[in-house]
């Protein structure tokens, strides 16, 4: 859940869906390492909260809806902040730019199917596990695996009962849009490698958007352009896209992208906060300490990754 350079991949291992590109260390601005973290923890929570302020949307215009209304939004903000170039790009460059926006029209797709079945700390516990397997395969490292079996069991803590418990659609729409995550973290380096700022990520959002509509009018119908549906949907959009988009890339300029990573790495337990106070959804003890493996688990690889 970052269109970055191919030289700190591990800046966006862990990162938020979508988020902005690192950009290059050319000295530390103000503020310091502490104020970096600051803009992280505000990024993470800005992100689930808004994801939790979606769920609650659901029964107005549905998951699908609501995924199509984020995306148009967040694609209408990016494309009038960068303006992107259209015109003198090789076809190279639109294949990736159309295979990152697949990836971000998926990966939130599934991903909103899931928060609609299961606990919102457990979805965001479930899709971080994509990531920490790209962490631990590019690693190549004994102590990156065992970090993996840490995280699968937390996991198994999660379905101690048995996934199905669960709801074995909300685990499976959950696990796909981990594989999603993957392949997003893969192609926004390719896209940043490709495209300067965040033009890339702005057309690729617009790929996404545009893949995401029928679905969403589909499922949502009139619902979608009830005003004050449009009005909370777009106040997701800035919450979960355009504020957390911001916040990180400012903290990318005090960070070291290892650090950068360790603490996205939190999102599972901001998740389990937002959800729990906003959607009311309680979690066990047990829940917790599987959540809490998770998360010290994708820091750890991504230590491990970093080195």
């Not at 076809?91 to 029209?105: E, H, P, Y």
Request: proline share 6%.
């Amino acid at each position: 859940m970052t269109a970055t350079p191919p030289s700190a991949p591990s800046a966006a291992d862990i990162a938020a869906r979508p988020a902005p590109p690192a950009p290059e260390a050319q000295g530390r601005p103000a503020g310091g390492p502490a104020l970096g973290t600051g803009l992280v923890l505000g990024g993470l929570l800005a992100q689930e909260f808004g994801a939790a302020m979606a769920a609650s949307l659901f029964p107005r215009a549905g998951a699908l809806g609501i995924v199509a209304l984020r995306l148009t939004v967040s694609a209408v903000l990016l494309l009038a902040v960068c303006r992107p170039r259209v015109r003198g790009h090789r076809r190279a460059d639109w294949t990736v730019i159309v295979a990152f926006g697949v990836a971000l029209a998926g990966m939130n797709t599934l991903f909103y199917q899931a928060i609609a079945r299961i606990p919102l700390g457990t979805a965001v516990t479930l899709e971080v596990l994509g990531p920490l397997v790209l962490s631990v395969v590019t690693a190549r490292r004994t102590t990156s695996w065992l970090w993996a079996a840490l995280a699968l069991g937390g996991v198994a803590l999660l379905g101690r009962g048995g996934l199905d418990s669960l709801n074995g659609a909300g685990v499976g729409f959950a696990l796909g849009a981990a594989a999603l995550w993957a392949a997003y973290i893969l192609l926004s380096a390719r896209t940043g490698a490709r495209f300067p700022k965040a033009d890339g990520l702005a057309l690729a959002m617009a790929v996404g958007a545009v893949l995401s509509l029928p679905a969403g009018l589909a499922d949502a119908g009139g619902r979608l352009l009830d005003p004050l549906t449009l009005g909370l949907g777009a106040a997701v959009a800035a919450l979960s896209s355009a504020l957390p988009y911001t916040l990180e890339m400012l903290a990318l300029r005090r960070l070291a992208p290892a650090t950068f990573a360790v603490l996205m790495s939190l999102a599972p337990a901001v998740a389990a906060l937002a959800g729990y106070l906003i959607l009311n959804q309680s979690l066990t003890g047990i829940d917790l300490v599987a959540i809490t493996l998770v998360v010290t688990a994708s820091a750890g690889a991504v230590r491990a990754s970093s080195r």
